[in-house]
């Protein structure tokens, strides 16, 4: 089991440092095989030219990584401006109206392309006082972006993301079966449904697991006060090894990117992320 995972184990650069060279040689200095891409130099890759995409797959290939996704920002916003609705990190996009994050979505496919990914991380628009009864609404928005999706050869996955609509497993897993498209499957991140302050295991994966396409791995407990705290991988509320196993057993044969979220108090993201990698490893080893 170690090996296997170790061996499909990749992060996103950002989490490591905001400046992808340092990330980049970090995550082949560690022995991971790939890399997702979100902010790059301080900069939404969403928002670079064709010749900087370029030169990002270039270094990133040099140290002998993959690019798996692009962790885009794509429909984080809101159904209708008039409503109040939760909001969450855009990674440095301004707020945009539905109709805009269907134009990026064509950018996003091409940079997706010049990377030699096809796959882009997705959200359900900020989260409704009411959810349920936008349920139509939102799923014709994805449907619409699956279709796009699917004519050009690539695959949205639709993240659980506790600032959205689709915020845990059951609703993504109800989304995506709504839609109804091979061009939309779930990403799976436990540690955001944690951090909701729901079961990620099993209660979440079994809503999930159907549906998924890609893993992403943190970890997170709510605190005496109710506030979310993202932790090292097997300091919250995630049973990682338990969870792993049931992914591995169900057949599961895609990729597990590292999305820790975690900074020491006086550190810096790449060391949160070693703690992160290096409580993975001390885990692997037990089982």
Known sequence: MSLVILE???????EVSPHLEEALRWASEQGLTHVEVRVVNGRNVAEMTDEEIKEIRRQVEQRGLFVSAIASPLFKCALDPARRVASGDTFGQKEETVEAHFHKLDRVIAIAKLLGTSRIRIFSFWREE????YEGEIAAHLRKAAEIALEAGVELLLENE???NGGYAEEVAAIVRRVDSPALRGLWDPGNEAYGGCESYPAGYASMKSVLSHVHLKDAYLDV????????????????IAQLKALLADGYEGLFTIETH?????GSKKMGTQMTLDALRVLLSEV
Do not use: E, K, M
């Open 262 to 266: 975690y900074v020491p108090t006086g």
């Open 162 to 164: 506790p600032a959205c």
């Open 8 to 14: 499909r184990l990749g992060v996103l650069t950002d």
């Open 130 to 133: 009411q959810p349920a009864l």
């Open 225 to 240: 006060d109710g506030r979310a705290r993202c932790v090292p991988l097997g300091s919250g509320n995630v049973p990682v």
